[in-house]
């Protein structure tokens, strides 16, 4: 979903306000906001020897978070901040609410299903979502929320899974193994 979509969405379903500077950086993050063209030409910064704007022009102008950081380290910050203490709301709203306002049709189990796994075995699992967001409100503090480590931060990671662009929009995945360490680590 946009970025405007994803807080319009938050702030109806948890009766919140998402700070405006966390707002701005999802919409440079995904290339909305109008200046973020700008923003790219005045920046000439590297990570792990690769120009990172070159990485953004690629994408619609979109900003990698070594940008974002570059441009305004207190706006970067504030962002994975903001996730990490929204964490267990945002991973109801992206796995089982989203825009959808009566409770009763929120989706409860995350089912990962597949014929065959990297083992050759096969793959069923299932595992309530309140559960997810239970051990993610458990792990509190020690629930990480960083930049990806490639192409300056094109993704960020979340405790279940990340965060990153596609076509314009945020897109939240899941990770099978991520969330299985989650729920390991929360049952301790």
Not at 28 to 38: V, Y
Not at 44 to 52: F, P, Q, R, T
Not at 154 to 177: A, C, D, M, V, W
């Amino acid at each position: 979903m946009t970025a405007r979509n994803f807080v319009a969405v938050y702030e109806a379903q948890y009766r919140v306000s998402v700070p405006e500077k966390v707002r701005r950086a999802l919409a440079l993050f995904i290339g909305e906001a109008e200046d973020s063209k700008t923003i790219l030409d005045s920046t000439d910064i590297s990570v792990d020897g690769e120009k990172v704007r070159g990485i953004a022009y690629e994408q619609n102008y979109r900003l990698v978070f070594e940008v974002i950081r570059n441009y305004d380290a207190k706006m970067a910050s504030m962002l994975l901040d903001w996730l990490k203490k929204q964490i267990a709301s945002v991973c109801e709203l992206c796995f089982s609410a989203g825009a959808v306002r009566d409770r009763d049709k929120w989706a409860k189990v995350l089912w990962y299903k597949n014929l065959v796994d990297a083992d050759g075995q096969g793959l069923n699992f299932l595992v309530p979502i309140n559960r997810i967001v239970s051990a993610l409100v458990k792990n509190g503090n020690r629930n990480v929320v960083e930049r990806g480590p490639r192409n300056g931060g094109s993704t960020i990671q979340l405790p279940f899974g990340h965060l990153q662009y596609h076509l314009n929009q945020l897109e939240f995945y899941q990770q099978l193994k991520k969330i299985q360490s989650l729920l390991a680590t929360a049952s301790e």
